[in-house]
């Protein structure tokens, strides 16, 4: 492990990063986001190691006042995909959260837990094995012929959902929610964008359906509007938060060349606004920035410099979290907390910076990451990352 030599840190102690904010209920003390990272640490039936995530999640917590957000979660069977994902919907997973909760709680800090329907970007080889449906919001508009083929051999077709289903997917949002608030979690966050099932909804290049949930800007957010007002109604407006990323262009979208792009996230805020106006404020939106296409950033390669998020503090008054290599290009970040509303969520310098509110605001190198130990099931490169006074004890120039 070494100190990062890509960018030059500065310190934020004289921006807004340091200045209260209220989200929902919560007064946090900072505007340092945990982004949502999945890190592929569960263990048979998706049941998330509570004991060794709570030290990691706990090390991210030990800023008073800090939000994170957790890593994608499944919130039933049919909205799985992956074995070594988190899920909600059991018992036995619901215990091992309490774990992390109550450990993050100590700390003075608070979770989002973030709710993921994988849609066509599940593995339909594990859809097969469990005999589950392989969901999408149309048929035969695969990720991709590779993805196809590997369905088609495992005896299973992509799957237009019903509106029948729609209904049964937003119930078990609700009785997730309910469950992982009564568990401790501070709120949930719907993700709505990384091109999963309620982002396949919203693109008119996922999207060929021919009711009321396919076509019009309408009809394509109706989905994802109609979960968030199911979550309102069951844990309330101030523990709700959504996530978009209207640039993604991986799983077979456009990004910025999909077709009324602005038009479909500016009418899905103005919804959102009308319901805060009415009382119904979310927590947070959450908005991936253009620069980051595929839901990764290594250099250069993933680039939108013709566009940018600016138009979401047009059409919603409430807080924002933007994310998207902001440890990387501080200037930036210093340009975006110029706006009262902003918070910032960091990712991978997250992951390899236990302390990283501490560093932001004193202006301190930070950890660099590394990426071989992204997705293991080890605590290496989990929870094994030194403070920065640790990395300074350790000799590290």
Known sequence: MTFSKDFTPMAF????????????NLTLSHRVVMAPLARERSRAK????????????????????????????????????????SGIWLD??????????????????????????????????????????YDAASEDLYVNE????????????????????????????????????AAGADGVEILSGNGYLLHEFINASSN????????????RGRFTLEVIDALIDAIGAEKVSVRFSPFFNGTGMLGAEEPEWLEMY?????????????????????????????????????????????????????????????????????DALKNDRTLIAYGRYFIANPDLVHRLVEGLPLNK????????????????????DEAVKKGWK
Not at 71 to 85: I, K
Not at 278 to 284: E, M, N, Q, T
Not at 369 to 388: I, L, M, N, Q, V
């Open 146 to 181: 590779e993805i196809k083929q590997k369905a088609l051999a495992a005896g299973i077709k992509q799957h237009g959902i019903t509106k029948d289903e729609i209904k049964q997917y937003i119930k078990e949002y609700v009785e997730a929610s309910k469950k992982i608030i």
């Open 266 to 334: 500016s009418y899905l805020l103005d919804q959102l606004e009308k319901r805060a106006k009415s009382g119904k404020r979310l927590a947070y939106v959450h908005f991936v920035e253009p620069r980051i296409t595929r839901g990764w950033w290594e250099g250069e390669q993933a680039t939108n410099p013709d566009h940018n998020n600016d138009f979401v503090f047009d059409h919603w008054t409430g807080p924002v979290v933007k994310a998207g290599n902001f440890a990387g290009l501080p200037k930036l970040t210093r």
């Open 208 to 219: 060929n359906r021919t009711d009321e949930y396919g076509g019009s800007i309408e009809n």
């Open 92 to 133: 036995e997973q619901i215990e091992e959260w309490k774990k992390i909760f109550a450990t993050v709680h100590e700390k003075k800090s608070y979770m989002f837990v973030q709710l993921l329907n994988l849609g066509k970007q599940a593995d339909p080889e594990h859809m097969a094995r469990n005999g589950l449906r």
């Open 13 to 24: 102690n004289d921006t807004n990063m340091v200045k209260p904010i209220k989200v929902g």
């Open 46 to 85: 998706n049941i998330i190691n509570g004991d060794l995530a709570s030290i990691y999640y706990g090390q991210r917590a030990q800023a008073p006042g800090t939000l994170l957000i957790s890593e994608a979660t499944f919130f039933s069977p049919q909205a799985s995909g992956f074995d070594r994902y």
């Open 369 to 388: 990451y590394d990426r071989s130990t992204f997705y293991s099931c080890e605590a290496k490169g989990y929870t094994d990352y030194p403070t920065y």
